[in-house]
RNA sequence: GCCCCCAUCGUCCAGAGGCCUAGGACACCACCCUUUCAAGGUGGCGACACGGGUUCGAAUCCCGUUGGGGGUGCCA
């Protein structure tokens, strides 16, 4: 075999990729590029019952739109029950594993009316029952001794092997729990590597203790990444939280913004330098700088590091991913002439249309009218821009200049005379420049208008 | 309840015993620039949870307290 480091992402397709999810495969993947090893991707779909088979495309293509490229093709879980299941003999035979047909309604009541802790209480530990059809399979766990491990980004974790129950490997409908399947997995694809989430902290001992049972001596490296959390310092949920990757293209955050800002949490490049090109993330990547405590997703800080990525997207790379967001061509047309300028003020993709909803007319917004027309001399303003426009060249300087001298003239602050026609022209009390703006529309159509804009202040 | 983990500005990250009167970023505030809104520039606000040790010296090491989180399924 070789010594190359191989790590893997396993997700279970029972939910669309969430932010969490893949936080944890951009860490997996940095490792991985970071020095020269593989990234693997494994389906965890041992459970028939809640297995959505549509969803396994759905975190491949997010993967694939992260830019988070694996190696070989993914294991799928449901390929390999016989591997499970020769697994599972292998306990028994060694004694290692029993079987038991306990219901959890059962355990449940035992342990209330022992007023006992939670957890399965080894009823059939020592009954002798034939392993079979209809009875789960659990795992003997040692009663003395402790199970540790040095954790990468945790350091020493300890578990004393008491406080561990005899956990299920095997439902009673034969099929394997992921404790079994992950410590079988792990060891058939050479895994060198287990970087997941805090939140598998607590498996880990029984990942281990199977492991030793089953005679798997060389034991991966563990690292348990920090959890993602919400404003209220709790684990993101799917309930709760706005998590799916897909949610997130679908506004128009783009792909490097994306992982960009994933890897900001629970690491930082030491020279303190946030918005970077992946290829220097990958090269700063260190695993065992990756800070143990929760991160807070901060929708304010993606906002900025995507608004980042957009102004540095090239123009024309803008404009082509920009127009998926507007709804018609004249739009679209709009865009490709003003684009750049659109470029540098939208946080997000999806802001897009009100930067361009102007096309077809202004606005309906009657706020916006209010605050600009309050100005006393908003009527002289849409005389003298009609007057103004009405022979002026159709450029943007000599339109900027003519307003100019008829802000002067009627004493008016050009912050405050732009008001009047950037709203009788778009509706809206800001947005594109106005005289770009009022070059893409034309002569005809902004001095319409601007004469409805007048017709209606009466 | 029990087990495990965590603890630097509101938030994210830097700081791996003296370079720290703790640095950067987001957010926020002010000013500048400016045809709006942004962008950009300048400045400001703002933290080592607490208590004990160890040490000549601690944000950095140890212990405790407090607070927070995670797990506790025949889910993964």
């Known amino acids: 075999m070789t010594d190359v480091f191989r790590c893997r992402f396993a997700p279970s397709p029972t939910g669309y990729l969430h932010v969490g999810s893949a936080q944890s495969a951009l860490f997996n993947w940095l490792f991985a590029r970071s020095t020269g090893g593989q990234f693997l991707l494994r389906i965890e779909d041992t459970d028939a019952e809640r297995n959505r088979p ?64 939670p957890g399965y209480d080894g009823f059939c530990r020592d009954r002798g029952l034939e392993p079979g059809p209809g009875r789960a399979l659990r795992f003997r766990t040692p009663d003395d001794g402790v199970t540790a491990w ?52 607590n498996g880990t001992p029984k990942y ?11 034991q991966p490296q563990l690292a348990h990444l ?7 310092r709790k684990k993101l949920s ?3 939280d706005d998590v799916s990757v897909a949610d997130y293209k679908a506004k128009g955050y783009l792909p490097e913004a994306m992982r960009n800002y994933l890897s900001l949490l629970g690491w930082g490049p030491p020279d303190g330098v946030e918005v970077r090109p992946i290829e220097e993330l990958i090269e700063l990547f260190r695993l065992e700088d990756v800070n143990p405590s929760p991160a807070f997703f901060d929708l304010k800080k993606l906002e900025h590091v995507n608004a980042e990525w957009i102004r540095r997207l090239d123009p024309a790379d803008f404009v082509e991913r920009a127009e998926a967001f507007l709804t018609d061509e004249a739009e679209r047309e709009a ?61 943007r300087d000599e339109l900027h200049a003519r307003f100019m001298d008829l802000a002067a003239r009627l004493e008016t602050s050009a912050s405050k005379a732009q008001g009047p026609i950037r709203v009788a022209v778009t509706g809206r009390i ?26 209606r202040l009466g």
């Open 208 to 218: 281990l203790l199977i492991r030793a049972a089953l005679g798997l001596v060389d």
């Open 54 to 117: 549509e969803l396994t495309d759905n975190i491949l293509e997010m993967l694939q739109w992260l830019g988070l490229d694996w190696d070989g093709e993914p294991v799928h879980q449901s390929d390999r029950f016989d591997a499970y299941r020769a697994a599972a003999d292998q306990l028994i035979a060694s004694g290692a594993a029993y079987a038991c047909d306990c219901t959890t309604e059962q355990v449940q009541a035992r342990n209330k009316a022992a007023g006992g802790p």
């Open 150 to 201: 040095d954790d990468v980004v945790r350091g020493k974790v300890t578990f004393d092997n008491a406080n561990l129950e005899d956990f299920v490997l095997l439902r009673s409908s034969g099929t394997p729990t992921f404790l079994l399947a992950n410590a079988v997995d792990d060891d058939f694809m050479g895994i060198t590597h287990v970087i997941r989430g805090e939140d598998h902290v």
């Open 430 to 455: 800001s947005g594109l420049p106005l005289f770009e703006l009022l070059v893409h529309l034309g002569r005809e159509e902004t001095l319409a208008r601007l004469r409805a804009g007048r017709a």
């Open 226 to 232: 920090p959890l993602l959390v919400n404003e209220g």
């Open 238 to 240: 799917k309930r709760r």
């Open 335 to 395: 865009l490709r002439a003003l684009g750049s300028l659109a470029q540098e003020r939208v946080k997000v993709l999806s802001e897009l249309p009100e930067y361009f909803d102007w096309v077809h007319g202004p606005a309906d917004d009657e706020r916006s009218w209010e605050k600009a027309m309050k100005v006393p001399a908003a009527a002289d303003l849409l005389d003298g821009a009609v007057a103004g426009y009405e022979d002026a060249p159709w450029d």
